[in-house]
């Protein structure tokens, strides 16, 4: 049992890892689509973060899987259910990421601007050097919250058939002369040992940006 679950770990391990390396990159991206001057990108940005926060990820992970073959008619592969879960996954944790890198950014006071304007500093360097940095500090509680919830919402997964974790738990525990209860009770413990990883790890972090406050 053990054995199943622990196999299983890893494609929950896999679906957290991917959608963190491409939705927080992501979510800055979609904060600098959101400031932009051209109203139709900042229109479309902000019309796509309402509807990522608005409806439920599980019905983005359908729309995602079954849209290709029943909007454009073409055929998908099995294997594009696990690609639909990151992409699903990615789109919906950038537009959270973006809305909370916007509440760290604007957060930081105006004299900041000013003073590296005096200094010289163009806009990408004021934003690299000086404003990035505090950014990160002030976000890092917020974050760290969204990272904790992607943890349990790897379980969503099998809205599309992939078995992760959660769902070979259940698997197990309603199969014939199985250990029921114990299959269940082992997949928390996983998800409770992981999740205070990640808050040990992101607590960590955050102390090591102390200098910045």
Known sequence: MLEQLGIAFLKTLLIFVLTLIGSLPLGLIVYFGKKSRFAPLRWFIEVYISIMRGTPLMLQLMVVYYGPSLIFGLTVSAGWRFGAVITAFV?????????????????????????????GYSRAKTFIRIIMPQMIKRVLPPVTNEVITLVKD??????????????????????????GMAALVSAAVFYYIFNYIVAFSMRRIEKSLNYYM
Do not use: C, D, H, W
């Open 91 to 119: 789109i919906n944790y950038a537009a959270y990421f973006a809305e909370i890198y916007r509440a760290g950014i604007e957060s930081i006071p105006v004299g900041q601007y000013e003073a590296a304007q005096i200094l």
């Open 154 to 179: 790897t379980s969503l997964a099998s809205a599309i058939g992939v078995v992760e974790m959660f769902t070979k738990a259940k698997q197990i525990a309603v199969a014939p002369a199985s250990p």
